[in-house]
């Protein structure tokens, strides 16, 4: 096949340089953005009187067939026809002959791949947004049914204070909420249309750049053409934000196949989101949990991978950027496939309220609370610590917890403990004393569950 650029060259290019420096194997999935693009630009071209409109009504009847027998899978990509645009524009002549040369009038593949990639991330985020709301969503409805669900919370891996799931769960919103925020603020930042940018220059031809931002449903231009073929901040931006995701999917994993294991027994994952092992037969494996642990490096190395391709490059373009695609799609395919798996994992595993609570009863993980119950008695908070911590090492000692101690060994210690001590220190009135906005008390959670369901509500609607 004849290179649409081949004008110049007196040798055509060998087999190993077609097979290399073609992107057709990955980018074929824009096909869908590369045609709305092409489509709109046909429009503004007749419209413009830039080419005749009987040559633009053709150009988007053949672009409009082509879209439809690429989505059934008629059409077989050219690998000599290098990537998605000049596929597509290829197909195009051969369909409506010399009305097809005119199509790539005033715009270059800099600034249609630009334009491709920024409506492909922009659709992306609104579907891992999406996938992120029923996440959310999942963890709501286990944390109102597990808001009385009380357990040690942890720091260093060691019990610290009670808590609650719902309260450990709710944590996880928090994050997840942030993230849906930082994605959309990389679509608001890829929303500025830059087709008409040309090569890097802009065009003599009098394009109407406000008409295709309009068709393509861009609330901004771009004002430097320099720029904007050569910008892939948005991309790096995206996978920041989903390098962050997975970050966020893997600490809940973390926690996930420790409350699994035998030894924390906290939760059992349904048989659906585990595996066995072919030797041991006894094993119940959280391999869907460890998975998404492990292809968390796998997104941080997307953004490496762009960042190191892009932290060179004099301006404009430069072929290196085709790399940017591989990336963005390995990211894309990974984190998608990360949220659905774990939602269906979070929303199916079983959880043992009795273990959970059983296990604030070893630790001392009422001990800060026993603390406080002398400084409201009068005492200093650094005495009333070393009083609990002296209590704590004598309970060690005699293999024993607080709440087993008898009140002569409280008061051998302080005599300003009495019996009112005991129902301080019980997990529930521990974790119901911190009712401050930010706590664990449960008046404030059934209030963030009722907000956290508000948000679902609202942004549910409207995407």
């Known amino acids: 096949m004849d290179k649409l650029w081949g004008g110049r060259f007196k040798k055509t290019t060998s087999a190993e340089t ?10 074929c999935r824009l096909y869908e953005q590369d045609i709305a693009g092409s489509i709109a630009h046909a429009k503004m071209l007749g419209r413009q009187g830039i080419i005749p409109q009987t ?98 919370g942890y720091t260093h891996l060691q019990r ?6 719902a309260f450990h769960l709710l944590a996880y919103s928090e994050m997840f909420m942030r993230d849906i925020d930082r994605m959309t603020d990389v679509s608001n930042r890829a929303d500025a249309m830059p087709l008409g940018s040309g090569a890097l220059a802009g065009s003599t031809y009098p394009l109407d750049r406000d008409m295709v931002k309009e068709l393509l449903g861009f609330d901004a231009l771009t004002l430097n053409a320099l720029d904007a073929v050569s910008d892939r901040d948005f991309c790096v931006e995206f996978l920041s934000s989903s390098a962050i995701i997975m970050m966020h999917l893997s600490r809940f994993c973390e926690e996930i196949i420790l409350w699994s294991s035998k030894e924390f027994d906290f939760i ?16 119940k ?41 591989e990336s963005i799609f390995d990211a894309v395919d990974t984190i998608k496939s990360c949220l659905i798996v774990f939602k269906g994992m979070l929303d ?37 610590h070393e009083i609990i911590g002296r209590l704590v090492l004598y309970c060690i000692a005699e293999k024993k917890t607080l709440e087993t101690l008898t009140l002569d060994e409280w008061q051998d210690v302080s005599p300003e ?10 997990p529930e009135t521990c974790v119901n004393a911190r009712n401050l906005p930010g706590g664990p008390g449960r008046d404030y959670l059934l209030k963030l569950i009722a907000l956290n369901q508000d948000y679902l509500s609202e942004n549910v609607t409207e995407s």
């Open 268 to 283: 059992e994952l349904d048989d659906a989101y585990s595996t066995g092992s072919s030797i041991m037969p006894q094993k």
């Open 417 to 426: 403990f009495d019996s009112s001590i005991y129902e301080a220190i019980v």
């Open 18 to 27: 077609d097979h290399f420096h073609s992107s057709i194997s990955f980018d």
């Open 348 to 384: 199916t595993m079983t959880v043992h309220e009795n273990v959970m609570r059983s296990a604030c009863n070893d630790g001392f993980v009422n001990a800060t609370d026993a603390a406080d119950w002398l400084v409201k008695k009068g005492l200093p908070f650094r005495d009333a």
């Open 285 to 325: 494996n959280p391999d869907m949990a460890e998975l998404i642990r492990g292809k968390t490096g796998r997104v941080y190395g997307d953004l490496i991978c762009l960042l190191t391709v892009m932290k060179s490059l004099p301006l404009a373009y430069n072929k290196d950027m085709q790399e940017d695609k």
């Open 160 to 165: 610290a204070q009670p808590i609650t799931l």
């Open 55 to 152: 040559d633009a009504d053709k150009i988007i009847g053949g672009l409009n067939d082509i879209l439809d027998e690429i989505r059934a899978g008629n059409v077989e990509f050219d690998l000599s026809a290098e990537d998605i645009h000049m596929n597509i524009e290829s197909l195009l002549i051969q369909r409506i002959g010399e009305s097809g040369k005119k199509h790539h009038t005033g715009r270059s593949r800099n600034d249609q791949v630009a334009l491709d990639m920024r409506i492909y991330v922009r659709e992306e985020i609104e579907n891992i947004n999406n996938l992120l709301f029923e996440l959310l969503s999942v963890i709501n409805t286990l944390a109102k049914k597990h808001i009385d669900t009380v357990m040690p």
